[in-house]
């Protein structure tokens, strides 16, 4: 179950740049882009500074609220950067279901992410960029333990179960894709 949601969650990445248009850390911006300022210009942006520069929604070091709204908030930032393959992010949120799936032979992350991302169409990957989550479709399983359905993704594109595949995410000091 764990390596079908890892790849289904792969496979609904978006978005050829990496993470141009958004980032995945926030605590971090000053102390790399300080660092990559001074081997390039500081007229434009080095890469490094794009992917930290803080985005809208909670990241590693800022969590999002233990509540059903956090969780989609979570899952809504993790197909956004699925949708920009913004590999940092993927593998922040979908960290325990991308390690159960290593464990059970399937590569670290960072390389069979990559690899899903090439399986997405751009159609697919622009769609999940804006995706959002239709709150009544998510289930409540625990205080701590939410179930998210692919008929709970409202984007451009319609994704199949064979595509998306239903996310279970719990908190554990923030949401995390577990299954």
């Not at 790399?32 to 520069?53: N, Y």
């Not at 800022?62 to 989609?72: D, N, S």
């Not at 701590?144 to 993704?153: L, R, S, Y």
Request: glycine share 4%; aromatic share 6%; hydrophobic share 35%.
């Amino acid at each position: 179950m764990a390596v079908s949601t890892c790849v289904a969650l792969a496979a609904c990445a978006c978005g050829p740049q990496k993470s141009e248009d958004d980032t995945s850390t926030a605590a971090k911006p000053s102390q790399s882009s300080a660092s990559t300022r001074a081997q390039e210009p500081s007229v434009t942006p080095s890469a490094s500074a794009r992917t930290e520069k803080p985005s809208a929604t909670p990241t590693g070091d800022q969590p999002a609220p233990r509540t059903k709204a956090g969780a989609i908030q979570r899952y809504e930032q993790y197909l956004h950067a699925v949708g920009r393959e913004d590999i940092d992010t993927v593998c922040k949120v979908a960290g325990p279901a991308a390690k159960q799936a290593e464990d059970q032979g399937f590569g670290p992350c960072t390389s069979t992410f990559i690899v899903t991302f090439q399986m997405i169409s751009p159609a697919q990957k622009k769609a999940l960029r804006t995706a959002t989550v239709d709150p009544q479709r998510v289930a409540v399983l625990a205080p701590d333990k939410v179930e998210i359905p692919t008929e709970a993704i409202r984007a451009s594109v319609t994704f199949s179960e064979s595509e998306l595949g239903s996310s279970t995410l719990e908190y554990l000091s923030n949401w995390y894709i577990t299954d």
